[in-house]
């Protein structure tokens, strides 16, 4: 009996067909070993395992036909209208974090960056390295650190930066 699995046809349209997913296959075991009636487990338990992933494939459905506004912007940073980084700090902060951004693994199911509301193509996976590296990117990251901590960071320079630019 083939199975078509209908989280996988979801997540990949097309893919499922003949596959299944870990949870899947075990609600299949269960259905097996249920025919048998050993280990007490109960006719229907398959179904039952089956239906408990319907609200699961539902919400998948529903966030894949949302139209791409989901991924919207995030909302401006709370702070006050005069607050000021300095650049030579900002500056600090992005250099460490572009040498960190360097040495850390990018998994590559993530095709997203939150902070630059930037998505890549799961056929381009080195581009969100490269993203994630970039110098935009690490002052965005630096920005949004040192305004959400303005206490923290004591100004080290007197060439003003706006947290907004």
Not at 41 to 66: D, H
């Amino acid at each position: 009996q083939e199975f078509n699995s209908e989280l996988i046809n979801v997540l990949r349209p097309g893919v499922g067909n003949g596959r299944v997913t870990t949870f899947e296959a075990c609600a299949l075991f269960l259905e097996e070993v249920s025919q048998f009636r050993v280990w007490g487990i109960p006719a229907g338990a398959s179904e039952q395992a089956q239906s408990g992933m319907k609200p699961l494939v539902e919400a998948v459905r529903a966030r894949r036909q949302a139209p791409s506004a989901t991924l919207a912007a995030p909302a401006p940073l709370a702070r006050h209208a005069s607050h000021k980084i300095p650049k030579a700090e900002l500056d600090r902060w992005a250099d460490a974090l572009q040498v960190t951004a360097k040495e850390a693994a990018v998994p590559p199911e993530v095709r997203h960056c939150c902070i630059c509301n930037v998505t890549v193509q799961p056929s381009a996976p080195g581009r969100l390295r490269d993203h994630l590296v970039g110098r935009r990117h690490c002052l965005a990251v630096a920005r949004q650190h040192l305004a959400g901590n303005a206490d923290l960071s004591a100004p080290t320079a007197s060439e003003p930066v706006d947290a907004a630019s």
